[in-house]
């Protein structure tokens, strides 16, 4: 009995045992490896189902916000004004101006920015709706509440002589702002007396450097920096598609860009980042889902959806529109006068 005690225990040998331990050291580090691939894929879902909601709080804001009805949209502040506090045409003037405009009805339009404020200016001339940029914060801002995590902003196009095609965008606010103690997000992006009077923001939902247009993710505001809007960018020229052709850049599944000069070549990079979003000047809106290996030309997406068949060639297909974040989501929503 002894002796087979000892055999039972001599069963293993060190070598043995090493080898089982390098084989589990292996299984956890394959295991490690795939934490942070889960946890941004919830981040990812997150921010989609988030970016759905802000997506919808703004149709609403478009369509039936007293902003758009004739109303000021601010009240005037004792601190300065981020607006121009009398009211506003009533939304439908302005969209009315917009479907006469030519420049919406041939191509994409972007509002145009107060870079320090944020404050986005939907329309032209007297027909202009200002929306400040509290207004366009999701969660809606609330001192000592719920914080913003999102923004949206727009893009938009006539469809047709009645009706507007709005694409709004919803991006995570810049995640590095810095606020003093004692201060919230709010209170810094969308600042109110305790009258709930609103005051110009301290720090910007989305900032970038205003000489490379690259995103600094700190919300600052400064002479250097403004408020991070929509830009567009000219496409590769005379690109017939073809998804039988042996030419992997003729195919449907690609969207190739031509920038020009330094910070056109810096913003296309922003776009090489697998879920960043392009919006066509048709309305169709894609999701970069990889970069190929090799392309003739210097930046070149793999895009979902392909490009669909009534365009013919490149020159159809662009100028082309993004942010240089990536946003949670861009959803396309009808307005009808």
């Known amino acids: 009995m002894i002796h087979r005690h000892a055999r039972l225990l001599a069963a293993f040998s060190l070598i043995e045992v090493l080898i089982s331990v390098l084989v589990l050291a292996l299984g956890l580090l394959g295991l490690g490896a795939m934490f942070p691939v ?17 997506a919808n709080a703004a149709r609403l804001e478009l369509e039936s916000n007293g902003i758009f009805r004739g109303e000021a949209a601010i009240p005037g502040t004792a601190g300065g004004p981020i607006g121009d506090p009398t009211p506003m045409p009533p939304w439908s003037v302005v969209l009315d101006r917009l479907l006469a405009s030519p420049s919406t009805s041939t191509y994409l339009a972007v509002p ?29 801002p609330v001192p000592n509440g719920a914080q913003p995590r999102y923004v949206w ?15 709004i965008i919803v991006r995570p606010i810049d995640p590095n702002i810095r606020i003093k103690p004692g201060l919230s997000l709010s209170d810094v992006l969308a600042p109110q007396s305790p009258a709930g009077e609103l005051f110009p923001p301290t720090k910007l939902a989305v900032s970038v450097n205003k000489s490379s247009m690259l995103p600094l993710l700190d919300g600052s505001i400064s002479g250097s920096t403004e408020y991070s809007m929509p830009v567009k960018m000219r496409v590769e020229g005379s690109i017939v598609y ?14 190739s ?33 990889g970069v190929p290996q090799s392309s003739a ?13 009534s ?3 490149s020159t159809d297909l662009g100028p082309v529109y993004f942010v240089p974040q990536t946003p949670a989501s861009v959803t396309k929503v009808t307005i009808i006068p």
């Open 112 to 140: 145009t920015y107060d870079g320090t404020t944020g404050m986005m200016s939907v329309g032209e001339g007297a027909s202009t709706a200002n929306i400040p940029m509290a207004a366009r914060l999701f969660p809606t």
């Open 257 to 289: 860009l031509k920038p020009s000069g330094s910070v056109e070549k810096a913003l296309a990079a922003t776009l090489l980042r697998t879920g960043q979003k392009i919006i066509d000047r048709k309305g169709t809106i894609y999701t970069v889902i």
């Open 311 to 313: 365009i013919e060639d």
């Open 297 to 309: 030309y210097d930046v070149t997406v793999l895009v979902d959806p392909p490009i669909p068949g």
């Open 242 to 255: 073809d998804d039988s052709s042996t030419d992997l850049n003729k195919h449907r599944n690609r969207i």
């Open 38 to 54: 889960i946890i941004r894929q919830q981040r990812q879902a997150t921010d989609a189902t988030i970016g759905t909601m802000a």
């Open 153 to 167: 902003d727009l893009i938009y196009r006539a469809a047709g002589t009645d009706r507007l095609e709005a694409f």
